[in-house]
């Protein structure tokens, strides 16, 4: 099958799976994702099953990144903070729904496979650093938007503490194998607004730097 097709097919499959964000799916059409993955997985990359990427790590499937993009509720003026750059595919989706990415990724190695990526496909609007993500990105905040990539064992009330009224943030919580991927909307009154909108497996959310 060639990528045009199998970007048709993922895109009618994304609808199918519930996606009904137009903007999240055309640039989900548009943005090419085998740029994110090594040239063994250069094939299957159209397909909407999650894939490994570099030092045991994994791009998520396109329905989760489909999904957690469209939970965002981005309108293209949002300052967006990611936990989580991997390979940077959803950084990449994120920076064509909103004015601008802060990512974070703890392990450099991968960090930098991403920033090379980004500087290739011109995607001049992602700011990204090594750190530790727990923590969030404070000096850059507060933010219209906040993802986590990888599990937050418990309600991450670091990254909650960065997030606009109004804003939003989605991200995986809980310390198994399995995860709920919850939402959280910050309410006028100070109050989060959380509700839980499916499972989901991510690699958990590890302490400090590496690499
Ligand atoms: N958004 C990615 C998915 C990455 S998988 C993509 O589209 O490809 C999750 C990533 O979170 C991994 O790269 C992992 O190294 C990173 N990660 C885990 N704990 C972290 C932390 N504390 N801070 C920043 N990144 C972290």
């Given at each position: 099958?060639?990528?045009?097709?199998?970007?048709?097919?993922?895109?009618?499959?994304?609808?199918?799976?519930?996606?009904?964000?137009?903007?999240?799916?055309?640039?989900?059409?548009?943005?090419?994702?085998?740029?994110?993955?090594?040239?063994?997985?250069?094939?299957?990359?159209?397909?909407?099953?999650?894939?490994?990427?570099?030092?045991?790590?994994?791009?998520?499937?396109?329905?989760?990144?489909?999904?957690?993009?469209?939970?965002?509720?981005?309108?293209?003026?949002?300052?967006?903070?990611?936990?989580?750059?991997?390979?940077?595919?959803?950084?990449?989706?994120?920076?064509?729904?909103?004015?601008?990415?802060?990512?974070?990724?703890?392990?450099?190695?991968?960090?930098?496979?991403?920033?090379?990526?980004?500087?290739?496909?011109?995607?001049?609007?992602?700011v990204?650093?090594c750190?530790?993500?727990?923590?969030?990105?404070?000096?850059?905040?507060?933010?219209?938007?906040?993802?986590?990539?990888?599990?937050?064992?418990?309600?991450?009330?670091?990254?909650?503490?960065?997030?606009?009224?109004?804003?939003?943030?989605?991200?995986?919580?809980?310390?198994?194998?399995?995860?709920?991927?919850?939402?959280?909307?910050?309410?006028?009154?100070?109050?989060f607004?959380?509700?839980?909108?499916?499972?989901v497996?991510?690699?958990?959310?590890?302490?400090?730097?590496?690499?």
């Amino acid at each position: 099958m060639d990528s045009q097709t199998g970007r048709a097919q993922l895109i009618l499959a994304l609808r199918q799976q519930g996606i009904r964000d137009a903007r999240v799916l055309d640039v989900m059409e548009t943005t090419p994702r085998e740029a994110f993955v090594g040239d063994e997985f250069k094939n299957k990359a159209w397909e909407n099953q999650a894939l490994p990427i570099q030092y045991g790590q994994t791009i998520s499937q396109p329905f989760v990144v489909g999904a957690m993009s469209a939970a965002l509720e981005l309108k293209g003026h949002e300052k967006v903070l990611e936990i989580g750059t991997g390979s940077g595919y959803q950084s990449a989706i994120l920076s064509k729904l909103c004015r601008r990415v802060f990512t974070i990724e703890r392990y450099r190695p991968l960090l930098r496979i991403a920033q090379s990526r980004f500087e290739q496909l011109r995607l001049n609007n992602i700011v990204s650093k090594c750190a530790d993500g727990a923590l969030g990105w404070p000096e850059q905040g507060p933010y219209d938007a906040i993802i986590s990539t990888c599990a937050c064992p418990t309600r991450p009330d670091k990254l909650l503490s960065q997030l606009k009224t109004g804003g939003i943030l989605v991200a995986p919580v809980g310390m198994g194998s399995v995860q709920e991927l919850l939402r959280y909307r910050l309410r006028d009154d100070g109050i989060f607004e959380e509700e839980a909108l499916m499972d989901v497996r991510f690699v958990p959310l590890l302490p400090g730097i590496s690499g």
